[in-house]
Nanobody, 125 residues
Framework: VQLQASGGGLVQPGGSLRLSCAAS????????ISWFRQAPGKEREGVSC????????YYADSVKGRFTISRDNAKNTVYLQMNSLKPEDTAVYYC???????????????????WGQGTLVTVSS
């Protein structure tokens, strides 16, 4: 199982970014996929999770209404659309999974047993 997050960058407050999570070695639609982030000097924070069959979504209170998680099964990719970005969103973002969980059993809080290299999001003017 390999996951690769991409799409990060530098954006001004109020701006938008779309992160992508690509998988190799397995079909993303088999399992729930999460995003978590880690800012310098801080603990990991669960951001969002999407289940499999019904694509139910979960969000941390800190991003609810601003972030949207989605799947494109044809592309074997999960996305995190981030709007109205704030400086406190600055972190390295990771996509993750915890087979055989298909329902986001822990909501946005994991656990996460597989994740790949993250992508840095910097929100600054």
């Amino acid at each position: 199982v390999q996951l690769q997050a991409s799409g990060g960058g530098l954006v001004q407050p109020g701006g938008s970014l779309r992160l992508s999570c690509a998988a190799s070695g397995f079909i993303l639609d088999y399992y729930a996929i999460s995003w978590f982030r880690q800012a310098p000097g801080k603990e990991r924070e669960g951001v969002s999770c999407i289940s499999t069959r019904d694509a139910r979504t979960y969000y941390a209170d800190s991003v609810k209404g601003r972030f949207t998680i989605s799947r494109d099964n044809a592309k074997n990719t999960v996305y995190l659309q981030m709007n109205s970005l704030k400086p406190e969103d600055t972190a390295v973002y990771y996509c993750a999974t915890d087979p055989p969980d298909t329902y986001c059993s822990g909501g946005v809080h994991g656990p996460w047993s597989f994740w790949g290299q993250g992508t840095l999001v910097t929100v600054s003017s």
